[in-house]
């Protein structure tokens, strides 16, 4: 069954890639990750750790270090350096919001539409972009992992924890996921939402979307007004 876009009741954003550009600040974290773990810079395994990393752009990052670094002790020592890391490239001003962002945002919630902002970070990361964006108010809802239950993307948790909190949809078709990575597309299908759209300002491009099941592959999440007043 296919949607009408404009029966859309609940947008749900990914923010780094998406409505927050961040200049690489995934892999300069990662860098301090990987030290903490005594990893050499130029090593094959940091080689291999990198790939992974630009490859599982968009999941929850403690799930990407419990997969590169084995143990439980590990991976938090890993995350609790990568938080402490991007968290002090954000206070230094290294981010911005993707262009036309905000105002896409501020268009979908005076269509009456409800907007939510998801993140693979932690809760303490993804507060600091959201005050050093002005956008801690924005929007009523975001979500990080631990507000799903900890699971993050690809799961589709964090959109149904949208669904479930806003009550802004009747039934899942009503909802749509925009990321920029096949992780925020497959979150989406999963959860069954009706639109779900790859968009190309960050990670992945074209045929990841295609391979996840994009219904929709947008320049930039600016198009998404647009398509959500029935443009095709």
Known sequence: ??????????????????????GGLVERAFE????????????????????????TMGESKISVFRHL????ERAQ????????????LVESGLIAPVAGARETIEELLDSGRT??????FARVTQDAILAALGWSTLVPLTLCPADAGGRGRPYPDMVLEAFLRTKAAEDVRQVAVAGDTS?????????????VAGVRTGAHGDAEF?????????DSVAALPALLAGAR
């Not at 990568?82 to 002090?88: D, L, M, N, P, V």
């Open 183 to 195: 992780y925020d597309v497959l979150s989406g299908v999963r959860a069954g939402a009706g639109l």
């Open 32 to 55: 301090a990750a990987s030290a903490e773990l005594g990893v050499e810079p130029g090593s094959a395994e940091h080689t291999e750790h990198l790939a992974y990393v630009r490859a």
């Open 1 to 22: 069954m296919t949607t009408d876009t404009r029966d859309i009741r609940l947008v749900v954003l990914d923010m780094a890639g998406t409505t927050v550009a961040d």
């Open 69 to 72: 670094f084995g143990t439980e």
């Open 77 to 88: 020592r890993a995350n609790a350096a990568f938080e402490k890391a991007y968290g002090e």
């Open 210 to 218: 295609a391979a996840a099941g994009a219904t929709h592959v947008l």
């Open 115 to 120: 907007v939510v902002l998801t993140t693979g």
